[in-house]
T-cell receptor, first 109, second 116 residues
Framework: KQEVTQIPAALSVPEGENLVLNCSFTDSAIYNLQWFRQDPGKGLTSLLLIQSSQREQTSGRLNASLDKSSGRSTLYIAASQPGDSATYLCAVKTDKLIFGTGTRLQVFP | NAGVMQNPRHLVRRRGQEARLRCSPMKGHSHVYWYRQLPEEGLKFMVYLQKENIIDESGMPKERFSAEFPKEGPSILRIQQVVRGDSAAYFC??????????????FGDGTRLSIL
């Protein structure tokens, strides 16, 4: 049974820091891995999608890596800003998305 | 190109009533997924539908819950005889028809269901 774990559960940092959020999964038989952002009371915004054959994807200040064999992905956020404050979710795709419980990020000025 | 549309955004029901949640996928998407997010928990898969067919309902409770995606109109998640434990945010996602396994799922803003 696929299980997805995210560490840390919560993170509070000053503005400007570079951050690493971690995601691990137990079964490497996935089609892709997707990182989302969720603001309080809102829906999910897709940030990055990495296909199982890829190693990383970049979008602006975000970089996501995937090591399928070890069951790990990291989301790197460069030069964090208060507007980055949100919950970050990773999800692996089999026939459906299986989500981690998220990392709640707060970036203070 | 409109995104995934869910309505209502908020729904309040009393115990024992029925709740109907609607989801219109993105244009050109015929794959719809429903997820539930309980308070302080992650999103859990409920059901996967393709036009007029249920593909995977392994995450949906066997009793009181049903889902459909008719040939015309939105997908409907129906909860009968609601109980307090059904209070949650219900999210719908859709994906394209072609290469759906490798395509991202696009999410709606969710319906927040509160049971009094």
């Amino acid at each position: 049974k696929q299980e997805v774990t995210q560490i840390p559960a919560a993170l509070s940092v000053p503005e400007g820091e570079n951050l690493v959020l971690n995601c691990s999964f137990t079964d490497s038989a996935i089609y892709n891995l997707q990182w989302f952002r969720q603001d309080p009371g809102k829906g999910l915004t897709s940030l990055l999608l990495i296909q199982s054959s890829q190693r990383e994807q970049t979008s602006g200040r975000l970089n996501a890596s995937l090591d399928k064999s070890s069951g790990r992905s990291t989301l790197y956020i460069a030069a964090s800003q208060p507007g980055d404050s949100a919950t970050y979710l990773c999800a692996v795709k089999t026939d459906k998305l299986i989500f981690g419980t998220g990392t709640r990020l707060q970036v203070f000025p | 190109n409109a995104g995934v549309m869910q309505n209502p955004r908020h729904l309040v029901r009393r115990r024992g009533q029925e709740a109907r949640l609607r989801c219109s996928p993105m244009k050109g998407h015929s794959h719809v997924y429903w997820y539930r997010q309980l308070p302080e928990e992650g999103l859990k898969f409920m059901v996967y539908l393709q036009k007029e067919n249920i593909i995977d309902e392994s995450g949906m409770p066997k009793e009181r819950f049903s889902a459909e995606f008719p040939k015309e109109g939105p997908s409907i998640l129906r909860i009968q005889q609601v109980v307090r434990g059904d209070s949650a945010a219900y999210f719908c996602a859709s994906s394209p028809d072609i290469g759906t396994r490798n395509q991202p799922q696009h999410f709606g803003d969710g319906t927040r269901l509160s049971i009094l």
